[in-house]
């Protein structure tokens, strides 16, 4: 059984490596090609934007990198380790203390407060309360939410509760953050305060993003992109 040890944080190495990687789905005699030979590197403290019309495979991609998925060929390494190698205890530890997810739909458990929301994945790794909820606490008042600890999904604006699964992304200080069109469902104003966030967290906090993202203003602003068509790299830079 594979662990996430320090010997797994060699900052020599790139964070990830997505090589030749493909994604086939199979429906009874129909084969689906949804990623060819998908290859790059991802480096610690990366702000990247995969961007691509509908059905490129943009989020599919991002499945696979964060292990929610597995390629049909082709492999991820994460600091050198083939993670495919890896059993499902290992991979579930690495999505739960390496990677925070955010989705164009906030996911929020409408039951609970922002602040319980925030400190959802601590208390599901077995984190104490008090220390899970000393670092939300500072994850809410980051992201402007200080007076908005105890209010539920439905007393929370869109932009509001966006921010609230950013601040959930970020609450196990993952080094990776795989953004699913985190703007996709906002107007354009609120879209960029929560893409402006983004950007400052990256240069704040030193986390690496992975943003998939149809806009094309958003991509411009950030340090790289890829741009995928019918499943292949179209372009990067």
């Known amino acids: 059984m594979n662990n996430i040890s320090s010997d797994r944080t060699n900052s020599s190495l790139p964070l990830l490596q997505i090589d030749s990687v493909g994604k086939t789905y199979v429906n009874k005699k129909t084969e689906t090609v949804v990623l060819k030979n998908i290859t790059f590197d991802v480096v610690q403290g990366d702000m990247l934007a995969i961007v691509g019309p509908s059905g490129a495979g943009k989020s599919t991609l991002l499945h ?9 060929s082709g492999t991820v390494f994460y600091r050198g380790d083939n ?9 579930a530890g690495f ?4 990677v925070g997810f955010i989705f164009q739909f906030h996911h929020l458990l409408p039951e609970f407060s922002a602040l319980e929301n925030t400190m959802m994945p601590a208390l599901i790794a077995g984190e104490e309360r008090p220390a899970a909820e000393q670092r939300a606490r500072a994850l809410l008042t980051r992201m402007g939410l200080a007076k908005r600890f105890t209010h539920k999904q439905g007393e929370l604006s869109g932009g509001e509760q966006q921010r609230v699964a950013v601040a959930r992304a970020l609450a196990m200080e993952p ?10 469902n906002l107007d354009s104003h609120t879209g960029q305060e929560v893409f402006d966030l ?15 993202t149809h806009n094309k203003e958003f991509s411009r602003d950030m340090q790289r992109c890829i741009t ?5 790299i179209a372009a990067q830079g």
Do not use: C, Y
Not at 64 to 72: A, C, K, Y
Not at 198 to 212: A, P, W
């Open 95 to 98: 999505r739960n203390h390496k």
């Open 228 to 232: 995928l068509v019918d499943g292949d």
């Open 175 to 184: 080094e990776l953050v795989l953004a699913d069109e985190p703007t996709g």
């Open 64 to 72: 696979i990198l964060g292990t929610l998925d597995q390629p049909s």
């Open 83 to 91: 993670l495919f190698a890896w059993d499902q205890n290992a991979l």
């Open 198 to 212: 983004l950007v400052e967290l990256n240069r704040e906090m030193g986390t690496t993003f992975i943003v998939v």
